[in-house]
Every structure is written in C-alpha cells, then in structure tokens.
C-alpha cells in the first residue's frame, strides 16, 4: 500500500467555521508534511511531523493548527480563515530520512467564502 | 539551506519532439533529487529520483534525468513527448542537512501539442 488518503476531497467553509482536514498513511513513515498550493504555484510547505512531533513549522498563521495523534494519522485543524487561504492542501509522508522520495496525498481543495 | 530554480515557466513542444526541462539547485551540503509531475486537480506523483550511485536515472514512462554536480543541474528529458504527457512538472530538492524538508521549485507547464 502507496497510498496517502486525504479526506475530504473538497470543503467549503465560512470564515467563522471551524473544520479539520484528515491525512492517513500505512506505509509506516515517519515523517509526515502539509503543503498548501495555490493555483498555477508550487506547493509550499507549512508543517513537518517527525514521529509526531512538530519538526517544521514555516511561520504559518496560528489559524493553522497541525496535530499528529499516531504515526499514520495527521490533521489540519482550522480556524478563522480569510478567503485567501483557498488552496488545494497537500498531505505528503516519506521515512525519516532526506534520501527518500515523499508519496502525497491528492490533496483537499478548500475554499473560504 | 536548500534552493531549487526551474528556468522555464512553460515549455510548448509538439508531439514525439524531444524535451528538456531545467532544474538548478543551491545547497552546501549532499543532496537528494526528484522530479514530480501534477496533472490538473491532482496530487503530485514522482517521476524519478537520484539519491546516489548512477547519475543517470530513468522512468518507466521514457523520461530520464541527468545528475551534474559541477554545473548544480538536474535536468529532466524525454526524446520523444506525447500529448498526455501534458502536466505540471515539479524539480524537487533535500538535502542531509535540511531537518526533513522537501523544497520544490516554481514548476515548469510542458504543454505538448499536436
């Protein structure tokens, strides 16, 4: 099993609400990574999990709130967006070494209305 | 800290022409390098990767790219294109002394024609 599983595949929300984005992996990994991606952009990395704990954080907004509850389990908690944060949201994991290639996830295409 | 520039935005090409898309990196340290390719409304999957030994790597699909540590270059080419090989491609760089990170250039839209 190769595979990176993001739930949903598509989520609207408020600027009030409060939703999570889910990423799962059984490829026993170690190091887990959310990236935003904007439209005809690169992704962009905002977090980075080292079994589970919080290796990287790229100075994203608190309204971003990143948790790792098992070495295959990771969330996107968010909070109070602004519509600028619309993006398709990535979910990657590899193992804990630089000399590896990262699998990712088909991503969460958010919109904030 | 690891850098990647991928020099063109857009690469046009007509069908079963060969291809090349470019990608420098900067690091001061040992480095690790993929290519990854994004079809529209998709995630990123790789395409190849050079980790060590050979500096020649190739794909399944007829791509190769060539590690060249002298010129901080690992460019990406295929001899022949084809109309679904049309997407998003991505160089991506990590390196030994990067805390785990995985740095992608700007990306570069190889549009093939008929």
């Known amino acids: 099993d190769t595979e990176v599983t993001q739930t949903p595949k598509h989520l609207v929300m408020g600027m009030t609400n409060k939703k999570s984005l889910k990423c799962e992996q059984h490829?026993?990994?170690?190091?887990m990574y959310w990236y935003k991606q904007k439209a005809k952009k690169p992704p962009e990395l905002m977090f980075v999990y080292s079994y589970e704990k919080l290796s990287i954080n790229e100075s994203v907004p608190s309204r971003f709130s990143p948790e790792c509850p098992n070495s295959s389990l990771l969330n996107l908690h968010l909070h109070a967006l602004q519509p600028e944060d619309s993006a398709l949201y990535l979910c990657?994991?590899?193992?804990?070494?630089?000399?590896?290639?990262?699998?990712f996830g088909q991503g969460t295409r958010l919109t904030v209305v | 800290a690891q850098s990647v520039t991928q020099l063109d935005s857009q690469v046009p090409v007509f069908e079963e022409a060969p291809v090349e898309l470019r990608c420098n990196y900067s690091?001061?340290?040992?480095?690790?390098l993929f290519w990854y390719v994004q079809y529209p409304n998709q995630g990123l999957q790789l395409l190849l990767k050079?980790?060590?030994?050979?500096?020649l790597v190739e794909s399944i699909n007829g791509f190769e790219a060539e590690f060249n540590k002298s010129q901080t270059s690992f460019h990406l080419r295929k001899p022949s294109v084809h109309i679904s090989d049309t997407a998003e491609y991505f160089c991506?760089?990590?390196?030994?002394?990067?805390?785990?990170?995985?740095?992608f250039g700007a990306g570069t839209r190889l549009a093939v024609h008929p």
């Open positions: 990657a994991s590899r193992q804990d070494r630089a000399a590896t290639e990262a699998f």
């Open positions: 490829m026993g990994h170690r190091a």
């Open positions: 690091s001061s340290v040992s480095v690790y």
């Open positions: 991506a760089v990590s390196d030994s002394g990067g805390y785990n990170k995985l740095i």
């Open positions: 050079y980790l060590s030994g050979s500096t």
